[in-house]
C-alpha cells in the first residue's frame, strides 16, 4: 500500500480570539508535536491490515531438489548430503565435494558437484500492495584447496600447468502467483560466498611466471533476509515465496608441454550436518 502524505491546512477561526505573539522556537515545538501525534494514525491507516508472521512448523511447504556430479581421468565429483528441508524445524541444506590427483600424461582430470534446494512457502495476501520479509540463517562452509603440485615446464615457447580449486554458495528468492504466472523478484539476492584457489605455471615465448593463490577455507554463519514489494495482489489468488539455494564445487589440472606431478585438489560446500544448515526464521506479510 502507498504511503499516505497527511496535509494540515491553515482555517479561519471565528469568534473572539485574544492576540498573542507566539515565538519562532513555540511555533516549531507546536509542530513537531502535531506531526508526532497524527504519524501514528497516519502508519495505522497505511498498513490497512495487520501484519501475518509465519514461524516453524510451516504448513504447507513443499521443495524442490537437484544434484548433478561429473567426473574426468583422476577427479571425481561427490553429493554427500542430498538437499533436503524439514518443515518442522525450517532447517534445510546440502553438502558436496569434489577431489583429484594429477595422473598423467593427460590433458586434463576435472570433477565437480552441485546442489540446488528451492523451497515453496504457501503465502497468505492482502489484495493491494504487499511487503513480504523472508528472514533465513545460513551456516555453512566453504572450502577450496590445493597441493603437492611440481610442475616441470619443456618448452619456452608455450607450455603450462594447472592445479585449481573452486566452490560457491549462493541464493535467490522471488512471489509467484499460481493463479495467473505472475512474479515479483526480491529486492535484491544472497551474493553468498566462494573461493578459488590456483597454481598457474606458464611460459610463454620466453615470457614465465608462476601464479599461487592461497588454500581457502571459510565458515559462514550469516543473516540473509528477502523482501519482496508485491502490488496489486489478489486476496482470491494463490501465491508461493520461491527461495533457493545453490552450490557448487569443481577441481581441475592440466599440462601442455610440461609434466604435472604429485598435485592435489580439492573444493567443498557443506550446507547440512551438525551444526549446519540454512534455517527458515520467519516470513512476514504486511
Given at each position: 500500500m502507498e504511503p499516505q502524505h497527511v496535509t494540515v491546512r491553515d482555517r479561519p477561526v471565528h469568534g473572539a480570539v485574544p492576540r498573542r505573539r507566539w515565538?519562532?522556537?513555540?511555533?516549531?515545538?507546536?509542530?513537531?508535536?502535531?506531526?508526532?501525534?497524527?504519524?501514528?494514525?497516519a502508519g495505522a491507516s497505511s498498513a490497512g491490515h495487520p501484519t501475518i508472521t509465519l514461524k516453524a512448523p510451516y504448513t504447507g511447504v513443499t521443495t524442490y531438489a537437484s544434484t548433478s556430479?561429473?567426473?574426468?581421468?583422476?577427479?571425481?565429483?561427490?553429493?554427500?548430503?542430498?538437499?533436503?528441508?524439514?518443515?518442522?524445524?525450517g532447517?534445510?541444506?546440502?553438502?558436496?565435494?569434489?577431489d583429484a590427483t594429477s595422473c598423467g600424461p593427460f590433458y586434463g582430470d576435472s570433477g565437480g558437484a552441485s546442489a540446488g534446494l528451492t523451497v515453496f512457502v504457501p503465502i497468505p495476501?492482502?489484495?493491494?500492495?504487499?511487503?513480504?520479509?523472508a528472514k533465513w540463517t545460513v551456516?555453512?562452509?566453504v572450502t577450496s584447496r590445493?597441493?603437492?603440485?611440481?610442475?616441470?615446464?619443456?618448452?619456452?615457447?608455450?607450455?603450462?600447468?594447472?592445479?585449481?580449486?573452486?566452490?560457491?554458495?549462493g541464493a535467490y528468492a522471488y512471489l509467484y502467483d499460481q493463479t495467473n504466472g505472475s512474479y515479483w523478484f526480491a529486492d535484491s539476492n544472497w551474493a553468498g560466498d566462494y573461493t578459488f584457489t590456483e597454481l598457474y605455471d606458464i611460459c610463454y615465448y620466453g615470457n614465465c611466471s608462476l601464479t599461487l593463490?592461497?588454500?581457502?577455507?571459510?565458515?559462514?554463519?550469516?543473516?540473509?533476509?528477502?523482501?519482496?514489494?508485491?502490488?496489486?495482489?489478489?486476496?482470491?489468488?494463490?501465491y508461493l515465496l520461491e527461495?533457493?539455494?545453490?552450490g557448487y564445487a569443481s577441481v581441475y589440472d592440466s599440462a601442455y608441454q610440461g609434466t604435472l606431478s604429485g598435485a592435489s585438489e580439492f573444493a567443498s560446500v557443506s550446507m547440512a550436518g551438525p551444526g549446519l544448515g540454512a534455517t527458515l526464521n520467519s516470513v512476514t506479510i504486511r
Open positions: 515565538s519562532a522556537l513555540t511555533i516549531a515545538l507546536l509542530g513537531i508535536a502535531g506531526l508526532l501525534i497524527l504519524s501514528p494514525l556430479t561429473s567426473s574426468s581421468g583422476c577427479a571425481m565429483g561427490k553429493v554427500t548430503r542430498a538437499p533436503s528441508f524439514d518443515a518442522t524445524t532447517v534445510g541444506g546440502f553438502s558436496m565435494k569434489t495476501a492482502y489484495s493491494g500492495n504487499n511487503v513480504i520479509h551456516k555453512a562452509t590445493i597441493g603437492g603440485a611440481n610442475c616441470l615446464l619443456t618448452s619456452a615457447t608455450y607450455s603450462y600447468c594447472i592445479s585449481e580449486a573452486y566452490s560457491s554458495l593463490t592461497p588454500n581457502v577455507h571459510l565458515n559462514l554463519d550469516v543473516p540473509v533476509t528477502f523482501t519482496v514489494h508485491a502490488g496489486g495482489l489478489n486476496a482470491s489468488h494463490v527461495v533457493s539455494f545453490s
